[in-house]
């Protein structure tokens, strides 16, 4: 059990240090990973400020607000220090995080230029790639084998190698959106998903052969793109035997963000929506993947989602039962990173009144995207290290930084932010021993 120190702050009884280096491998060293790295190496320069990351700059109550205890949440909990992070990770390009960085043209040259000696040195290792599942890339820096399950080894090995030179690792995928997929009958037990390894299944996609290769070696895995891989039983059973977390997917950043703050809003007023059509433009390679409708179909899929399990059109009928909904993506070569997102919401108030409301967000893609992702590798190291959170397989608790939660089977996704923000800082309460905070507050009027 944890302990209670005086002055109500407490021990980490329970959660193990965050003790050497934590190795993070980077699948897919495009816009968000070199603006994760770049960013990281910057503020551990003190070139920069971590903005967008709560657990860098996020603090968190304790005890009642007469206490005025509010320590910074990394000062709290147990996470890696930003100092102890070493990266790694694959690309089918064989560039450079400097060269790769500069191709991306998110950070400015000058910022770049400062890093580069740091940037350079890290190189992809050849990847896990097959155009059938991202139709519009092709690279070379890619592995050959004579099956998937060849190819799960390889990523294995690649892993054991890593590990030596670390004391902990957690893997992220910040590679491209794959092409649509349903579960199918390979991913329903791990016996399943190996044999169909063997055989080269059709329906395992690349991620789900490096989210197999972390999961096997006790990895953590975080999939920042909405493809399906870890969301089916043969993965989600791997991860609790093996005490390798897993979470939901889709980095949760520009236009989502805004809809799970609006739409709580909305609900909480009983305020109804006829319709919410969102369209945005983006000239990255992102946007170039997402060009080819299969892509664009997974990434519709996972963004669709957060309306409908926000205003439960069933519990209210009246409000949202005749809902549409409606997201367009264009690329736009001429806005490269720089995306912007328009949002018409149709609503109706008191006896029916109908109003509007407009959103047009002008946003940088992968600079709202690198601080989550940050916050991802250490939340799920901290979660690998916590006895009660590392063998229960999905951490629905990091629900808050995702487009698709995901969730135990017959669960329904919490996808309001609120909720999520607080389920977040609860989880971290609980597992460090302190009292959950449930904004009753009579205590003060006692
Ligand atoms: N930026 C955001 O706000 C945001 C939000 C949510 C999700 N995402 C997702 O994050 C992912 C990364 O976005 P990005 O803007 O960095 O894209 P990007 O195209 O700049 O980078 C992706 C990289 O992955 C590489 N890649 C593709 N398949 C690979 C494989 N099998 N193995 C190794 N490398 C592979 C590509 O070569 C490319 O360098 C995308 O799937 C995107 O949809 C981004």
């Known amino acids: 059990m944890a302990t209670k120190k005086k002055g109500g702050q407490q021990t980490a009884a329970k959660v ?14 495009g816009a968000v990973a070199t603006t994760m790295i770049s960013g990281v190496e910057a503020v551990r320069r003190g070139l920069a400020k971590p ?36 990266f790694t990770g694959w690309d089918i390009f064989d560039d450079n995080v400097y060269e790769a960085a500069s191709h991306a043209q998110v950070l400015k040259s000058e910022t770049l230029k400062q890093l580069k000696p740091f940037l350079q040195k890290i190189k992809p290792m050849p990847a896990v790639f097959d155009s059938y599942y991202v139709k519009r890339l092709h690279g070379t820096n890619v592995k050959k084998g004579k099956n998937k399950l060849d190819l799960a080894e390889q990523l294995r090995a690649d892993i054991r190698a890593f590990k030596k030179t670390v004391d902990r690792v957690v893997m992220i995928w910040c590679a491209s959106t794959e092409i649509f997929m349903k579960p199918k009958a390979v991913h329903q037990s791990i016996e399943a998903f190996e044999k ?54 889709d980095f949760k950043t520009g236009q989502t963000l805004m809809k799970t703050v609006l739409a709580p809003a909305f609900k909480a007023r009983m305020l109804g929506v006829h319709g919410w059509f969102s369209t945005n433009i983006l000239g990255n390679r992102d946007g170039e993947v997402l060009d ?6 997974t990434k519709e899929e996972s963004k669709l989602g957060s309306l409908e399990y926000i205003f439960q059109p069933e519990m209210y009928p009246d409000l949202y039962k005749d809902l549409y909904h409606k997201i367009r993506i264009n690329y736009y070569p001429p806005r490269g990173d720089e995306k912007e997102a328009w949002d018409n919401i149709d609503i109706f108030g008191w006896l029916g009144y109908p109003m509007q409301l407009k ?20 939340f799920m190291d901290l979660a690998k290290r916590t006895p009660e959170l590392k063998s229960i397989g999905i951490q629905e608790w990091l629900s808050f930084y995702l487009k698709s939660p995901q969730t135990a089977k017959g669960l329904y996704p919490e996808h309001d932010l609120f909720i999520q923000s607080m389920k977040l800082k609860n989880t971290l309460r609980h597992i460090m021993g302190a009292d959950l905070i449930t904004h009753l507050g009579l205590e003060y009027y006692d």
């Open 196 to 249: 169909g390894l063997e055989k080269s299944d059709i329906a395992i996609a690349p991620s789900q052969i490096y989210a197999y290769a972390a999961l096997m070696e006790g990895v953590p895995f975080v999939n920042g793109a909405p493809n399906l891989t870890v969301d089916i039983p043969a993965l989600v059973e791997l991860s609790k035997k093996n005490e390798a977390p897993i979470c939901g997917k």
């Open 359 to 378: 959103v047009n967000f002008l946003c940088r893609d992968s600079i709202l995207a690198a601080p989550v992702a940050l916050d991802l590798v250490l």
């Open 16 to 29: 193990a240090p965050a003790k050497g280096k934590l190795g993070v491998m980077v699948v897919g060293m």
């Open 51 to 86: 903005i967008g990351s709560l657990t860098q700059m996020g603090t968190i109550r304790l005890g009642k607000r007469t206490d005025n205890n509010s320590p910074l949440i990394k000062d709290f909990v147990p996470l890696a220090n930003l100092k102890d992070l070493v």
């Open 292 to 297: 080819d409708p299969m892509s664009f179909k």
